[in-house]
């Protein structure tokens, strides 16, 4: 869904004369040489009408003087003209439908030093008000109330330029490809233009990152006006990218979408529960907000050891899979964590000497009750990771060392799940070696240990099996039930794929039954609030989102994305998938009326919430409850109101 029809649009369409007026500039060029700077500004300002467009390398010097200058020379009257400047040629010359003025905005909005182009300028501008590193050179520290004032009005203009060019593209304004605009010349090269995730949107969904943990405890009204504008610019650099390749692709535009969701996902990893809440609101695409919050709950699902089925996000994988993992993760207790978890990170630190030691391991010592007590309780070789990048927890696994197993997971903030260069986790290394008593042991006393870590599509499961470790492979499925059988490998093989003997198979097949009881037994108590309110928030975003992007129809609003009328509706639910896919010729439809079957059978997935979810009386979980009482109440409704169904 597109934005909304800047209500400046008009303003900056003017009609251009026949024959564009010659205006000399050199009178301008005197004074900035003469160091008259906010004379030469007033000069141009004079000047400007349609088609007159100031020579780019006198606008770099003003610029230079707005961003370089000691504040006390370029006063605020000199700053705010600039930017005024800045708004009149874009009035008197916008860059949609003319490529010429696209070439001359890209010359001028640009680092005066460095001349890298718009997005070094654009991200040097947020970084100078994060004050963060790195800026593409020195800059002024530390910056003054007006130079914050100049960078906060810049990003505001280069969000103006980019709405307004978005408006352009979607309503046919521009003659030309939209791919001849600021924009797209900004955030996608040449070999970028079929991904979304390119390097300058990789960068920008950082800043926004920062940005919110950097505005997250503020007050000042201008951190979070400048944390709304980096909102407003991704929303509307995505749409742009949908909106070019939509009409070719949409396949296309649904992966760029899922990538740059994983991606803002992986930003978020370390982000408090508190935090999270305000990541998703952030984004104001509906169909980015939507694959994020599918993307952060998958990875917080996968992070407590549960494992989801690999499937198409729609309506019954929130209110069935999503549902049923909320209710698994109530049972699961506080993740025990180091102060800052300085500790986990220096566990990846390679080690060029054996008896290297990793600044910053005092931390443990205090955590394990002082200094001395520390020494007792951490084994030797803590800190130490081979050139391998195997921690001692990776090389306890591969031999069989139980004991020194059992310390290593004593110590707070141990992160069992660690990996090593290659990607392979201890559970890895256990299961390959054939190592029983560690996987026993980190079966036992690790709830968060994810089993379904992959590396080329090889998980612990398939490393044992390859192995004939079939006992390994049995506490494995009893622990994480069927849905480890579906995993495959690069080549497509599941782990059943790798036993030979049917009765292996058989027996395999019957410990997973078991996993999965395991799984199914409701919790009927939440062990940590704040991380199940956090999870409820993220799958009640996911859910809004969801309704609010596929459009799915209720009772009250049938209306759907293909204008489909309740009596089409009716049409849909009644065909098969295949008679769908071939009458319509549209895969929406087929998305579509899965998702009014879901509604329509709501009330079979609500009955079987976790009691625990039921009995919750967060604010977040409770409110994800109402929710899903009001889908199966709509779901009712859609039945009452379609007789002609039976």
């Keep these: 869904m597109l934005l909304t029809v800047p209500e400046f649009y008009s303003y900056y369409t003017p009609n251009l004369p026949v024959q564009i007026p010659v205006v000399d500039f050199s009178n301008v060029q005197s004074l900035v040489e003469c160091a008259f700077f906010p004379q030469a500004l007033e000069e141009i300002l004079g000047s400007l009408q349609p088609g007159v467009m100031p020579p780019a390398p006198l606008l770099q010097q003003l610029m230079h003087h707005a961003l370089h200058v000691c504040i006390g020379d370029a006063k605020p009257l000199y700053l705010s003209t600039f930017i005024t400047v800045l708004h009149s040629i874009l009035r008197n010359n916008p860059t949609w439908g003319s490529p010429g003025h696209t070439k001359y905005f890209l010359q001028i909005l640009q680092c005066p030093e460095c001349k890298s182009g718009l997005w070094s300028l654009l991200e040097t501008s947020f970084r100078v008000c994060l004050a963060s590193e790195p800026t593409c050179h020195s800059l002024p520290s530390p910056p003054s109330t007006e130079l914050f004032r100049l960078h906060c009005n810049l990003q505001e203009?280069?969000?103006?330029?980019?709405?307004?060019?978005?408006?352009?593209?979607?309503?046919?304004?521009?003659?030309?490809?939209?791919?001849?605009?600021?924009?797209?010349?900004?955030?996608?090269?040449?070999?970028?233009?079929?991904?979304?995730?390119?390097?300058?949107?990789?960068?920008?969904?950082?800043?926004?990152?920062e940005t919110l943990r950097w505005a997250f405890s503020s007050t000042q009204e201008w951190r979070l006006g400048m944390s709304v504008t980096l909102q407003e610019t991704l929303c509307v650099v995505v749409e742009f990218w949908a909106q070019e390749h939509s009409p070719l692709n949409s396949s296309l535009v649904e992966k760029g979408f899922k990538d740059l969701a994983e991606h803002i996902a992986i930003l978020c990893q370390d982000l408090r529960h508190d935090m999270l809440k305000?990541?998703?609101?952030?984004l104001r695409s509906t169909r980015l907000r939507m694959f994020t919050a599918d993307a952060i709950y998958r990875n917080i699902c996968c992070s407590r050891g549960l494992i989801l089925s690999c499937e198409p996000l729609c309506l019954l994988r929130i209110v069935s899979t999503y549902l049923k993992a909320l209710g698994n993760l109530c049972d699961r207790g506080p993740v025990q964590t180091l102060k800052g978890q300085t500790d986990r990170i220096e566990m990846n630190q390679p080690s060029t000497s054996s008896a290297a030691h990793v600044p910053g391991s005092e931390a443990v010592k205090d955590s394990a009750g002082g200094s001395d007590s520390g020494r007792e309780t951490i084994p030797r070789g803590y800190h130490r990771v081979n050139a391998a990048g195997e921690t001692l927890l990776h090389r306890a696994c591969k031999r069989n060392q139980v004991e020194t197993l059992l310390r290593i997971l004593s110590v707070p903030g141990t992160d069992v799940n660690i990996k090593d260069h290659a990607g392979w986790t201890p559970l890895h290394e256990a299961c390959n070696h054939g190592s029983a008593e560690c996987v026993q042991a980190l079966l036992q006393h690790c709830p968060n240990l994810q089993l379904a870590s992959q590396v080329e599509g090889v998980s612990p499961l398939h490393d044992a099996l390859q192995n004939?470790?079939?006992?390994?492979?049995?506490?494995?499925?009893?622990?994480?039930?069927?849905?480890?059988?579906?995993?495959?490998?690069?080549?497509?093989?599941?782990?059943?794929?790798?036993?030979?003997?049917?009765?292996?198979?058989?027996?395999?097949?019957?410990?997973?039954e078991q996993g999965d009881k395991a799984l199914d037994a409701p919790c009927l108590e939440v062990r940590d609030l704040p991380f199940i309110e956090s999870c409820s928030w993220m799958l009640s975003c996911l859910f809004l989102a969801y309704l609010q992007e596929r459009h799915v129809p209720t009772y009250k609003t049938p209306l759907t994305p293909l204008d489909l009328s309740p009596a089409v509706c009716r049409t849909l639910i009644r065909l098969c998938p295949d008679e769908l896919a071939s009458s319509w010729g549209d895969s929406r439809a087929v998305t579509l009326a899965k998702d009014l079957r879901t509604v329509l059978n709501s009330e079979q997935y609500v009955s079987q919430v976790s009691p625990a979810l039921r009995h919750c009386h967060g604010d977040q979980t409770r409110l994800f409850m109402q929710l899903l009482d009001d889908l199966q109440a709509e779901g009712a409704a859609l039945i009452a109101g379609r007789s002609e169904f039976d």
């Excluded at 001849?180 to 390119?198: G, P, Q, R």
């Design 468 to 512: 004939q470790h079939t006992h390994i492979a049995k506490m494995l499925l009893q622990r994480g039930g069927s849905p480890l059988l579906q995993l495959r490998d690069n080549e497509g093989q599941t782990p059943l794929d790798l036993v030979t003997f049917e009765a292996l198979r058989e027996e395999l097949l019957r410990c997973a």
């Design 157 to 209: 203009f280069f969000l103006r330029l980019f709405q307004l060019e978005l408006h352009a593209a979607s309503s046919g304004r521009s003659p030309g490809s939209s791919r001849a605009s600021v924009l797209n010349s900004t955030f996608w090269n040449m070999w970028e233009k079929l991904t979304l995730t390119s390097r300058a949107v990789q960068q920008l969904s950082k800043l926004l990152i």
């Design 278 to 282: 305000e990541v998703i609101p952030a």
